[in-house]
């Protein structure tokens, strides 16, 4: 009887159960521990780009609104440049510091002399070496955004794989030992479906991270332009001189030459004949015409 009584109290018993992620964590071996250590390391690398590139943005943002009021506040292009102030960390400012020194050497020539005004052609050189800048600047704040597509594109799948490989050696295994009960199998597909969780916990924060930074780069590039822009305006309107249009002066044709003509298609030469031999011809033609008054009449001339 106290055999009994001790079996039901036993049953009676509720049996402690352990949490999940401790019980799957004890399940994992093999391919599957290796793809969930991987998959950390992912997590690790995304939420680090995006914590360094959110304080990235935020700082550019913030110096950007700050020069960008400093610089509508000068009268002229080169006041800040000339003042050497130094903003490390502003896109706009790193724009505004090439342009400036390339217009800088535009005014200079070889002498040393500075000019007040630049040619059309310095003037489009500056707008190219700008328009560098801006492109230079708008890479470096994309860097590290790769991290960020590997993971949302890679972690689901490295998850997939670990999921179908170890439901492959779980049934396999089973398959082997001829024992297909719940017991046996469950704790391996529990394991199996970890690595596909562990894909998408990496994935999902880095796909809201990778738009949310994707956005806001976008905004900065185009602000980044318009003050390129902007810029490339107020140092023509400044420095480029203008030259009225009645001072220009008028287009002129070619004179076209005028070849000789070569003596085999020139006209033969007229051959000129004595004076005397040509008045004894008038002579003998004024005889041979016909008298039109009558005698009469000369006569009375």
Known sequence: ????????????????????YLFVWEQLEGPGLAIIVILVLFSTCAWGVMAFKALQLRRARKYNRYFDQEFRTQSRVLAMYERRISAEGCPLFNVYQEGCVALEERLRDKEGNRHRYVTLKSVEH????????????????????????????GAPFMGLLGTVWGVMEVFSAAAQEGNASLTTVAPGVAAALATTV??????????????????????????????????????EAEYLQEVPVNS?????????KIEPVPKSLAEPELKSEPAEETRVELGEMQNDQ?????????AKV
């Open 126 to 153: 500056i707008k190219g070496l700008i328009e560098s800048t801006v492109a230079r600047e708008a890479v470096a704040l994309e860097s590290g955004i790769i991290l960020l597509a590997i993971a949302v594109s």
């Open 248 to 256: 220009r002066e008028p287009h002129v044709a070619p004179k076209e």
């Open 290 to 298: 016909p008298d039109l008054l009558p005698p009469d009449s000369e």
């Open 1 to 20: 009887m106290e055999n009994m009584a001790i079996l039901a109290a036993a049953a009676s018993t509720p049996v402690e159960t352990q949490p999940t």
């Open 198 to 235: 562990a894909g998408l916990l990496v994935a999902i924060p880095s796909m809201f991270g990778y738009n949310w930074l994707v956005h806001n780069l976008r905004v900065a590039t185009v602000e980044m332009d318009n003050f390129a822009q902007e810029f490339s305006a107020k140092i």
